[in-house]
Structures are given as C-alpha cells and as structure tokens.
C-alpha cells in the first residue's frame, strides 16, 4: 500500500494508479496542501479523495496561475538586482512541475551566481531576502473542507519539523483535522512522544509519513522508512467523508 501526496497538485495520481496497479500495490490517492493556521505555514495532507473532484481542479488552476505569476515577480527583482534571468531558463528547468523557488534557485547555481541552492535562498528567495514575493496563502480549515469535500480525510504534516504548537493543533482539529502525522522521517522521540499526547487529546487518528521526494530533493529519505500498523491505518479510511 501506498499514499502519493504531491504538492498542490493531483496531476500524478493517474500514473501512479497505473504503476501500483501493475505492481500489485493499492495507490491511496492524495495531496498534500500548503496552508496557514494562525500565521504559520502548515502542510495539510489529503488521503483518500477524489482526485476529479471539481473543487481540487480549480484550486490546482488557481495555484498554478499564481505561482507562474509569483515567479514573473521573482525573476524580474533578480534582474533589477543585476541578475539577467529569463523565464524560459526557469520554465526548462521546471519541465513538467509546478513553477517553485527551487527552480530559480537552480537556474542561479547553474549560471554561476550562487554555489549552491541554499546560497540561493540564504541571499535571494528566502522570506524577506531581496527577490522574494509573498505567495497565496490557503486558510488551513479551507484546506481541510477542500479535502472533505472532495472525500477524503485531512492530515497534518511533520508537525514537529513545521514547530506546530497545541493552539494551532486545536484550532485545525476544531475544523475537522483527522489526523497527526506523528511517525515521520525528521521526527526524533521526543517530538513523537508530545504529538502522541496532543492526537490523544484532540482524537486525532497518529499517522505515518516518509515524505519521500527522491534521493535528488531529499537524500536518505526512502518509501517504507515510516508506516502505519493496519488498525490505525483503518481508522483514517473510516473518518473519509462519504
């Protein structure tokens, strides 16, 4: 069994079906949403929709409209900086993929002008740096009535690595949050141990997450490296909306 949770999107699910399908594995269909809860960034995942759903097609269009216009926005400020990017370098080096800072940053490290991508955030991309551009900012309980609309059921993501406080937990539980992604690669004992407590409390189903990106984004991250026992994982397909 499998969940594939990209980004924003759901434009990979239809391979993915087919690939586990020859496989012989069972493909839960997912995304993982990029929300805000009280000010901070928080990553919503959704298992179990509907990836046709209507409302998940037109947050995708919007998403994409935005993030090609942010990226319009970016590259002009490292022009105005005395950096000649083009677009096109960009959009080649996106291919496929939705248009994100990393590709930039990509593009700045081939050109010569930073050594490597965390150069290129530490200097330029990064929040408040000089080509940054505030992005669009999904409400996390929008987030989670996305999902549920579409049938599925809402968790959140590496809550210790997001630093996700009890406030802000109770505040997503309250919109209908499902689940704690508690077993997680980046999560030590200790963080486990305190989000255990606060899914017990808010009756939040613990969940598991390799947040496998490939070896290229995230070195020594790999499939299977978290999982979830059968029962738990049961009680998560139970609470997807009908």
């Known amino acids: 069994m499998l969940a594939v ?13 087919a690939a586990a399908a020859h496989h012989g594995v069972e493909l839960v269909a997912g995304i993982e949403l990029s929300a805000f809860v009280l000010g901070k960034e928080a990553h919503i995942l959704g298992h179990f929709l509907r990836p046709e759903d209507p409302g998940i097609s037109q947050f995708a269009d919007t998403l994409r409209t935005e993030r090609e216009q942010r990226m319009k926005q970016m590259v002009e400020k490292m022009r105005k900086l005395g950096f000649p990017v083009r677009m096109e370098e960009v959009y080649t080096l996106a291919g496929s993929a939705h248009l994100g800072r990393p590709h930039l940053a990509r593009v700045l490290v ?17 929040s408040g740096r000089p080509a940054w551009v505030d992005r669009y900012r999904l409400d996390g309980a929008d987030a989670i009535q ?11 993501a590496h809550p210790g690595t997001s630093k996700m406080n009890r406030g802000e937990i109770a505040t997503l539980a309250k919109a209908g949050l499902a689940g704690l992604e508690v077993l997680h690669s980046d999560h ?19 969940t598991a997450g390799s947040d496998f990106h490939g070896e290229k984004v995230a070195p020594g991250r790999h ?12 009680q998560l397909r139970a609470r997807a909306s009908a």
């Not at 996305?146 to 959140?156: D, N």
């Not at 499939?223 to 049961?234: D, E, I, V, W, Y």
Request: proline letters at 4%; charged letters at 20%; a negative charge.
């Open 188 to 206: 030590n004992p200790s963080m486990r141990e305190k989000y255990v407590a606060l899914a017990q409390e808010f009756a939040l189903v613990t």
């Open 110 to 126: 081939e050109k010569g002008w930073c050594v490597d991508t965390k150069e290129a955030f530490d200097r330029f991309l990064g």
């Open 223 to 234: 499939l299977g490296t978290a999982s979830m026992p059968p029962a738990l994982f049961q």
């Open 146 to 156: 996305l999902i549920r609309t579409a049938g599925g059921t809402a968790t959140l």
């Open 5 to 17: 949770t990209d980004h924003d999107t759901v434009a990979g699910l239809s391979a993915a079906k």
